[in-house]
């Protein structure tokens, strides 16, 4: 269960232009469940899910992850909480040009000090799934649009995480690849995968492969939910 207790995110608090982007959020998110956060651009989608995803922290409330809080754990544990429960999937994909696709997917895992024929041996396994084994050693600048969200994807569970965040993971894609992707949350989530995904694309939030819409409004959730 990811527990949001009253959390708040200020920027530039104190000054003149202070912000509030998230006012007052209290709500769960289930376990085994695939979540999608609706809103238009600006409604606080982004900043909600880097909360819950350990890159940032809240101004003020708690967040709890299966009855521990991690909104006000130190850095140092922070960071061992996001690499280890988390995968995330960004807008951009954000694949670094010159690396591999087996480089990419790997690159996120070094810090955990698995040794390397162990790395491999995960990410093969996930080409293998994802059918990518013939784009292993490919640039990723040779990759269409859905062979990079899948690449996307694959990277994102190298470090086998609990939870999958996605920002925005379709706005880069036509409505057939959009399609393919949420099939594909839909056999994460029944492998035993949380998901969280944020969109103000209807051919995500209508899915039906999604179990629960939250929409937000100006960093307010909207009342009535899916």
Known sequence: MIELTDVRKAFNQGKPNEFWAIQGITTQFEVNRISCLKGASGSGKTTLMSMIGCLSRPTSGRIRLQDRTISSLPERFLTQVRRHTFGFIFQRFNLIPGLSVVENIMLPAYPLGLKASSLRSRADRLLEQFLLADKTDNPVEWLSGGEAQRVAICRALINDPKILIADE????LDSRLSREFMALLDELSKAGKTVLISSHNPVVFDSPVVDRVV??????????ER
């Open 169 to 172: 993971p379709t706005a880069n």
């Open 215 to 224: 929409e937000l409004e100006d960093g307010v959730m909207v009342p009535g």
